[in-house]
């Protein structure tokens, strides 16, 4: 009775946790965006064949995969309780989500960089008095991986005939990012209403890079809660492996009973319901 009170406990917390996910996912925080749209043909800058992913690239089944795979080894192993394969699981669910998390956010940190940078070349190449077109080519010229694919594209288009305004919005679909939205929306308003694009396009820079150094100033003050974290962790972890290794029959017996199974497993859910919750806690909304 108490293992069955105890995955249903794990399972309502894990279903918990993954509707938390989702609902991120649907709010794109850090989305997983549309298909990208089929590419055209010909053209020298070259769409290419294949059509370009959408960027960052998430792998959200990755947390459910690694939770279920850890819960079904413990569970397989036999020698444990079934409520810890269910803390186990949901554990390693929660910390590959996170980390998963964090890579993309890394990646999207490093294209609104690229993006700031080529900003900033076309406003050189604008206020030499060439073109638009041009301009993208003198930075597509000095643009890296990963943006380099996503601007070729663009020029791409823009040479096909396609409407900058068009191809510019095609690119914020790409890469849906709170900064390329933003360059998006401004560069098609000043399209539509007139003016010095050399002028526009120096403010959108500017703001990109200050949203830029704000992300990393937070981020930067959030280090100290994620050691504290992860400190919590590996002492209450070491703690245990002292007790087990000065008494390991009377601790064996305490973890393996109904009710020190119940209460371990709860201790380490817990553990998984708050590194989810610091996570979400310490991202950067604005």
């Given at each position: ?75 397989l192993g036999g020698r444990l309780p079934i409520e810890y394969s269910a803390a186990f699981g949901l554990l390693a669910a929660v910390l590959v989500y996170v ?17 700031a940078d080529t900003i900033d070349l076309m406003v050189g190449a604008l206020r030499a008095g060439t073109g638009l077109l041009a301009s993208l080519e003198a ?128 201790a380490i859910a817990l553990q998984a319901v708050g590194v989810f919750w610091i996570s979400r806690m310490s991202r950067v909304r604005y």
């Open positions: 009775m108490s293992g069955d009170l105890s995955l249903l406990l794990f399972v309502a917390l894990a279903a918990a946790l993954f509707h938390v996910a989702y609902s991120a996912w649907m709010r794109e925080d850090l989305p997983m965006a549309p298909p990208a749209e089929p590419p055209e043909d010909g053209g020298e800058a070259g769409l290419g064949k294949a059509a370009i992913k959408t960027f960052p690239t998430r792998y959200h089944y990755a947390s459910p995969v690694a939770g279920m795979g850890v819960a079904a080894l413990i569970k980390f998963e998390e964090w890579l993309a956010a890394q990646r999207a940190a490093r294209i609104e960089m690229q993006l930075a597509y010229q000095e643009s890296q991986d990963p943006f380099r694919p996503h601007l070729r594209d663009l020029i791409g288009r823009i040479r096909l005939g396609e409407d900058p305004v068009t191809a510019i919005q095609s690119l914020a679909r790409r890469i849906p990012l709170e900064t390329f939205r933003f360059f998006a929306t401004s560069f098609c308003v000043h399209w539509e209403t007139g003016g010095s694009m050399a002028q526009t396009l120096t403010a959108i820079g500017r703001t990109i890079r200050d949203r830029i150094e704000m992300s990393r100033r937070i981020q930067a003050q959030a280090v100290e809660v994620h050691a504290s974290v992860v400190g919590i962790m590996a002492i209450s972890y070491a703690v245990t492996f002292i007790m087990w290794r000065s008494n390991p029959g009377s601790l064996e017996e305490f973890l393996t009973s109904p009710i020190g199974a119940f209460i371990a497993a709860a």
